[in-house]
């Protein structure tokens, strides 16, 4: 089962969602706000697709944080760390297409493309 993570007021959640659902993809939805950032499933994504993935640099929320904290983000431990005490920094969305397609970061037509033809 794919399993879409994110925060449903985004803009790019709100396009995945719909891309999804045009492509006849069944899917759940974990809501961060509502549900938290499951820390299994976060450690794996520190994995892959990386750290430096996960990140969402250009946001707002990123902006928001003291510089001290912004440069402390060096490797996975130190990004856990923020992304967990701050859900809205994870690059959205996050899709966990399965096993054999592995996670993805963000919203790419072309790449979910890719991973729905390999479900």
């Known amino acids: 089962m794919t399993t879409l993570y994110g925060i449903p007021n985004c803009d790019t959640v709100k396009r995945a969602r719909a891309w ?6 069944a899917y759940a939805f974990h809501d961060f706000k509502k549900q938290g950032v499951p820390e299994a499933e976060l450690d794996r994504w520190l ?9 969402n640099r250009r ?10 904290t912004r440069n402390a983000v060096v490797d996975a431990p130190s990004a856990r760390a923020v992304l967990l005490a701050n859900p809205s920094l994870i690059k ?23 991973a729905v033809n390999a479900l």
């Open 20 to 25: 999804l659902g045009d492509h006849g993809v």
């Open 47 to 55: 994995q892959e697709p990386g750290w430096e993935a996960l990140v």
């Open 59 to 68: 946001g707002t929320t990123w902006r928001k944080l003291d510089e001290a």
């Open 92 to 114: 959205r969305p996050v899709v966990n297409w399965g096993a054999e397609t592995g996670v993805t970061t963000g919203f790419d037509a072309e790449a979910w493309t890719a």
